[in-house]
């Protein structure tokens, strides 16, 4: 352009506008552009399209229409190409696209028959007998081969030759040597093989390839290392002579067990913060050590997820020692009532009425009639008694149907249930829980240390303390030390969950115990059945048992007169007709009596303090219901916790 027309120029130095002849424009723009550098270029730029769009407005020069449309065609015939280019690339990559999934279905495809292929092994090889997989296990023979648990290993058995069946829990190959990690139930111990007589290369490339998880049989040679194995409960080290599999495990696991049971600090959780939209996404967090942010960064795996696939979660060795412990506390609930005279009975769960008053009760139909899910056995415990069993316990599922998210609570969970006869006062019953409580406490400690330190491996926890005799305080007292301490308590109402776990702890450093007894509640916190109070009618002859500042029990001694009770049912707003059996029972003659209920789960969740009540459920309930409001379509309770989903958006 410039060779051509003359230009609206602008001059940088001048700061004015003139209208230039091409030889002065040209030599203009070779003075500025040797002057001007950086951002200034680009509006010298500019400034040569507004002069071209001015000479093209006032008809400077007609050339300059010409050169445009040229320009314009070339324009044009360049676009083209790019277009075309551009087509061309886009078939190419889509080709490719097509020839890369076909070669991962093909993959996919060639997977299964390539594990099909190394289940058994080549036939070239020579000890080929000592290795493969077993044929399904249909119960078709009866063999003389006796199997030796992994928790039996020890010194005893160093030099011999045993037969193990356990799980894969990890394995190392490599070469002509090969480390593998076996864990049954609570125990590990680690195997080696190494090329040999009864070993062959071929062998332990095929052991490499075994998934983890897998059920394996091995024969092996039990051997004392040098140095101490730390990695692994048995400190013997198995040689192995020949192994197979049983059953093969999925190649892709939903999470690692070493992940899921890592070690947890204090300022560490495993909890997720609410199920919310993100439900179906991972569920692995990365948590970070505060103090120091350098260390390197370990996944743990979301409690959501360990629930999703709980039967992977079930089997670390932290989810076995914990379940053994709650084992431990029924058995040792069954042994103390057993040696004093109780006995153990059974009770319906699918009863006319409700059990203890109140809404929160499962109804259901029941043919052309309602039915609830008993909240407790507690009616049929005081019928058995009146029917002259003296003394009863029971251990079964109970059902409330409370609409709580909290960490404590659930829809369903296991009662440990007593009820006895008593002679004069109501602390009969309270003794001989505190006793109970003592003994299983005790039992625990001496004869499940090894679970106790498998938990606290993962969890840690300051030991349990249990001062006897137990620590017994009417509910007045408590009060009286929580306003003592600052903390507002009305002496008419029942303590709020702050209120309980404040109390906690100053019962913790008053009375340097973890484990004590209220009693004497008010009217308005007691169901029905509830005697009251002789002295004051605003309190009842009621008791909660605490443990580390939490509620465990909860406990009375009942009405066993008829007309009494009937009347508080009343009080109650509870239809005296559906319980018409339970108030005639007492009609015959009836022995004063109490008992309590006791939450399994909560036990082992405050002993160990796990700070979930999920983690000591073996499978947490996960109900599906309609919610009461109209934009809900559904409201799932997992263990307490609940997942609202709307038309657009889950809570």
Request: charged letters at 25%.
């Amino acid at each position: 352009c410039v060779q051509h027309i003359g230009i609206f120029f602008f001059s940088s130095r001048r700061r004015h506008t003139r209208f230039l002849p091409v030889s002065w424009a040209r030599r203009c723009v070779q003075e500025t552009e040797r002057r001007v550098h950086g951002d200034n270029k680009q509006i010298l730029r500019n400034q040569f399209l507004q002069s071209l769009n001015y000479s093209k407005k006032y008809n400077i020069s007609k050339k300059m229409d010409t050169n445009q449309t040229q320009e314009q065609a070339q324009n044009q015939e360049a676009q083209q190409a790019q277009q075309e280019q551009t087509e061309q690339q886009e078939a190419t990559t889509t080709e490719e696209q097509q020839t890369k999934e076909q070669s991962k279905k093909q993959k996919k495809e060639k997977k299964p028959q390539q594990q099909q292929q190394i289940t058994q092994p080549e036939e070239d090889d020579p000890l080929k007998d000592n290795y493969g997989d077993y044929p399904l296990i249909r119960s078709q023979e009866i063999t003389t081969r006796k199997w030796t648990q992994l928790g039996q290993i020890n010194e005893s058995l160093v030099g011999q030759d045993i037969l193990i069946r356990a799980r894969l829990h990890n394995s190392r190959v490599k070469g002509n040597l090969g480390f593998l990690v076996l864990r049954e139930e609570q125990s590990t111990a680690q195997a080696a093989c190494f090329v040999g007589e009864t070993v062959s290369k071929k062998m332990i490339k095929w052991i490499g390839g075994i998934s983890k998880e897998s059920i394996i049989d091995v024969y092996a040679h039990v051997v004392q290392p040098e140095k101490e194995i730390q990695s692994c409960s048995v400190k013997q080290e198995l040689q192995i002579r020949k192994l197979y599999v049983v059953s093969r495990s999925a190649s892709t696991l939903p999470f690692q067990l070493e992940d899921a049971q890592r070690k947890l600090e204090a300022h560490e959780t495993e909890n997720d913060q609410g199920y919310d939209s993100t439900y179906q996404q991972a569920q692995v967090k990365i948590e970070e050590t505060k103090e120091d942010a350098n260390q390197p960064k370990l996944p743990v795996v979301s409690l959501k997820t360990r629930l999703d696939n709980r039967i992977l979660d079930l089997r670390t060795t932290t989810n076995q020692a914990i379940f053994r412990l709650s084992s431990a506390v029924c058995q040792l609930f069954r042994e103390f009532l057993i040696e004093r005279d109780f006995i153990e009975i059974h009770t319906p769960k699918l009863i006319a009425g409700s059990s203890e008053g109140g809404a929160n009760v499962f109804k259901l139909p029941y043919f052309d009639k309602q039915a609830c899910l008993a909240q407790s056995p507690q009616l049929y415990k005081q019928m058995c008694v009146m029917a002259d069993f003296e003394r009863v316990f029971e251990i079964g599922p109970v059902f409330r149907a409370e609409k709580s998210f909290t960490h404590r609570h659930m829809t369903e969970f296991t009662g440990l249930d007593i009820e006895m006869t008593l002679k004069e006062h109501y602390f009969e019953v309270l003794d001989l829980l505190g006793d109970m409580f003592a003994y299983i406490f005790n039992g625990i400690e001496t004869r499940f240390a090894k679970e106790i330190a498998t938990i606290q491996q993962q969890y840690p926890f300051e030991p349990f303390k249990c001062k006897t005799p137990v620590v017994k305080l009417t509910f007045q007292e408590g009060v009286e030390l929580l306003q003592k301490h600052g903390i507002n308590q009305k002496p008419d109402e029942d303590l709020d969950t702050h209120n309980e776990r404040e109390l906690g702890k100053i019962v913790r450093q008053v009375y340097d115990t973890d484990f004590y007894m209220l009693h004497r509640y008010p009217v308005s916190a007691r169901p029905f059945y509830t005697m009251i109070c002789q002295d004051d009618p605003n309190y009842t002859n009621s008791y909660d048992f605490f443990m580390r500042g939490e509620e465990i029990t909860s406990g009375a001694q009942r009405i066993h007169e008829p007309e009494f009770l009937a009347e508080r049912a009343k009080v109650h707003g509870i239809d005296v007709d559906t319980i018409r059996d339970y108030i005639n029972a007492f009609s015959l003659g009836a022995k004063p009596h109490g008992g309590c209920g006791i939450g399994l789960e909560r036990v082992v969740m405050l002993y160990c303090n796990l700070g979930d009540i999920r983690k000591s459920c073996l499978f947490p309930s996960c109900l599906l219901y309609t919610s009461d409001a109209a934009d809900d379509l559904l409201c799932v309770d997992l263990g307490g916790r609940r997942i609202i989903k709307k038309k657009k958006q889950m809570y």
